[in-house]
């Protein structure tokens, strides 16, 4: 029988949420060198020691946050695999799926893209692990809409992540509206994705 959980541990969790979301910001915009301890805990109003209640250190602090959000996707993608009721319909939705992590998580993506190898060998292992899975999720979703071998269709999907992942990286997300910028980029993403080989 699971037991209620109390204010307490709600307040916990809550606090543990908002260091994750503040070392994203932080890490994305000065990187996991630039950033300390005491940086984190002064921007969601706690002092440095006292992360140390919800996290072992800075490294366990990147390795949690990069590993949630590779979690998060292979769920995510797993459950848009799920939802929809035919193969084209279920890869527009996992593209979708993706637009719209990428344009809510740049701040992760610059993370990921620069400062994984800060990470432990096992949190680096856990990370690829997911990354993987998630690939994988992909391969078979395009691969019930493309004939291509396994490998091509890799391709496809890693070239559709480059493209999609890049968002952080350009000013150009900021001229348009956020709508504007999802509808280009997932029409980007599946005209690459099943372009003419």
């Known amino acids: 029988m699971t037991m209620p959980v109390t204010a307490r541990d709600r307040a916990k969790a809550e606090r543990t949420d908002a260091i994750l979301i503040a070392a994203a910001e932080l890490f994305g915009a000065r990187g996991y060198s630039g950033v300390s301890l005491e940086d984190i805990g002064a921007a969601v109003g706690v002092s440095g020691p006292a992360v140390y209640r919800h996290f072992a250190g800075k490294q366990a602090l990147l390795g949690a946050l990069l590993i949630a959000v590779s979690e998060d ?10 939802r929809a009721a035919d193969d084209h319909t279920r890869m527009a939705m996992l593209v979708d799926f993706h637009v719209d992590f990428a344009l809510r998580n740049s701040d992760v993506i610059r993370v990921q893209d620069r400062d994984l190898p800060h990470l432990t060998a096992d949190s680096q292992a856990d990370v690829r692990r997911l990354q993987r899975a998630y690939i994988e999720l992909w391969i078979d979703t395009l691969g019930t809409i493309l004939t291509a071998d396994r490998e091509a269709l890799r391709l496809r999907v890693q070239a559709c992540f480059g ?18 910028t999802a509808r280009l980029l997932a029409g980007m993403a599946m005209a690459a994705l099943t372009a003419d080989g």
């Open 73 to 82: 996707l292979v769920a995510g993608g797993a459950a848009v695999v799920q």
């Open 163 to 180: 493209l999609l992942n890049s968002t952080p990286h350009s000013t150009s997300a900021a001229l348009r509206t956020r709508a504007d």
